[in-house]
């Protein structure tokens, strides 16, 4: 029996493989390393207590060559939640974010998603990892759309989890660590197992905090609603980006509590993510949102966004480094 079939006869749960095609190399503490031989032990730290931190980031093709999509932000929450954890990252911001464009250049990639991981590795045993190292790598493969090809354009269907987000003060959800995906795992396997795209989960006060891979907007009379941070969700770039757009567009933007029956009577609602980019949800716990098509706010935000990470609109935010791609013959010889 295939993996895949044991997974669907068994726990009902379909799978849909978002193949990894490796690239050549990863940059392991300062190295690069040829893609397989990018391994750890299995008595890392990590493997027994989910001690690592991890960001995704987006290099898009722009006419003037890739260009990494507000790597500096991605980098800043990395050593933030590096800095949650006690984890001390041997590297400076600046050399992180020279180092991922490297990373572009040596893979002779043109757009692709990269993702930066600080762990704890092989030393001591033990809950307190005073014996382990801290080690950084750097990954970056190509990644399409996160929630399918069609769904920019379509829209997903996403249901309202039955699992909780991460409680204040349990696991902090500033922090972008391996550790917080196990309740995203919970979340978005209900929701797959259910039929559902994607799952949005509430906080612990019973308020919609965020998808289990993405942050999310509510419109509503003309406004943009989303929920505040204190609500359990990730401080997402993305998020920050939309709100940045929609002032550029004089669109009120306005961080609320919100209540979960305000999502059904939403006029549009998207989730957004690196991954992700801006998704729209067509329909929540199969009631239809809006129109039950992607909505202008959704459209228009979109647009923006795409304009901008491609190159088609002047970079005024200072969101793109570019990967030159003279630099990337001197790094391949
Ligand atoms: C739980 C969660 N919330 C929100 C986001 C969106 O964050 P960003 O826009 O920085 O990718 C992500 C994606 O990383 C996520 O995993």
Redo the contacts with the bound molecule.
């Keep these: 029996m295939s993996l895949s079939l044991f997974w669907s006869t068994v726990f009902g749960y379909p799978v849909s493989m978002s193949k990894l095609v490796p690239t050549e190399k990863i940059w392991r503490n300062g190295v690069f390393i040829p893609w397989d031989q990018a391994v750890i032990h299995v008595l890392s730290h990590v493997v027994s207590y989910g001690s690592s931190v991890f960001e ?1 980031v987006r290099c898009y093709h722009t006419p003037a060559g890739p260009a990494l999509f507000r790597a500096a932000d ?1 980098v800043r ?1 990395l050593i933030d939640s590096a800095k949650i954890y006690r984890m001390e990252v041997p590297y400076l911001a600046v050399d992180l974010c020279e180092a991922l464009a490297e990373l572009v250049r040596v893979n002779g990639m043109d757009s692709c998603y990269l993702r930066p991981v600080v762990l704890r590795g092989y030393g001591g045993m033990g809950v307190n990892p005073a014996e382990n190292p801290v080690d950084v790598y750097l990954a970056c493969w190509n990644w399409g759309a996160y929630l399918g090809r069609e769904a920019l354009a379509a829209g997903v269907d996403v249901c309202v989890s039955s699992w909780t987000r991460i409680a204040p003060n349990t696991l902090p ?1 500033l922090a ?1 660590s391996s550790a ?2 196990m309740n ?1 795992q919970l979340i978005k396997m209900e929701a797959v197992a259910n039929g559902y795209d994607e799952g949005i989960a509430l906080d612990a006060s019973g308020c919609v905090s ?6 999310i907007f509510l419109v509503r009379d003309g406004r943009l609603l989303t929920p505040p941070l204190g609500a359990s ?9 939309v709100i940045a757009l929609a002032r550029g567009l004089d669109m009120p933007e306005v961080e609320m509590q919100i209540p979960r029956e305000l999502l059904y009577i939403a006029d549009e609602v998207f989730l ?5 980019e801006i998704t729209p949800v067509r329909s929540i716990d199969r009631i239809r949102i809006g129109s039950g098509r992607r909505g202008p706010v959704a459209e228009r935000l979109q647009q923006e966004f795409f304009a901008v990470v491609n190159g088609a609109r002047p970079d005024r935010h200072g969101w793109l480094t570019p990967v030159s791609i003279a630099e990337r013959v001197k790094a391949a010889s």
């Design positions: 995704g991605h929450r959800t972008k917080n995906y995203s965020e998808g289990s891979g993405e942050n969700a990730l401080e997402g770039v993305t998020r920050a980006t957004t993510g690196t991954a992700a």
